[in-house]
Nanobody, 121 residues
Framework: HVQLVESGGGSVQAGGSLRLSCVPSGYTYDRSVCMGWFRQAPGKEREGVATILAGGGSTAVADSVKGRFSISQDNAKNTVYLQMNSLKAEDTATYFC??????????????WGQGTQVTVS
């Protein structure tokens, strides 16, 4: 049973930073797994933010956050991070961690966490 647990959300002033963490369980965390971060603001569609190939490091970041957000991983801890800098009010959303089998990461995912709220004021 695949589980994804996010943490690190909260409230921050514009210009501030937050780091989200995602700890997956229920499968082998290796190069055959893609991990992603998505967000959804009230009244808006879910948006892909960043992806990373677990264990491999290949990453992609959405244009909307490029230069401010970065995705990384700690293989020893099986943890994926989303570092968010220079936060803006429009970054306010629920952020979700996601996972899928694969060697080439896309924006289509099978497994989802419960989400963590990020509020920027």
């Amino acid at each position: 049973h695949v589980q994804l647990v996010e943490s690190g959300g909260g409230s921050v002033q514009a210009g501030g930073s937050l780091r989200l963490s995602c700890v997956p369980s229920g499968y082998t965390y290796d190069r055959s797994v893609c991990m992603g971060w998505f967000r959804q603001a009230p009244g808006k569609e879910r948006e892909g933010v960043a992806t990373i190939l677990a264990g491999g490091g290949s990453t992609a970041v959405a244009d909307s956050v490029k230069g401010r957000f970065s995705i990384s991983q700690d293989n020893a801890k099986n943890t994926v991070y989303l570092q968010m800098n220079s936060l803006k009010a429009e970054d306010t959303a629920t952020y979700f961690c996601a996972a899928r089998p694969g060697h080439v990461c896309s924006w289509d995912y099978n497994y989802w966490g419960q989400g963590t709220q990020v509020t920027v004021s």
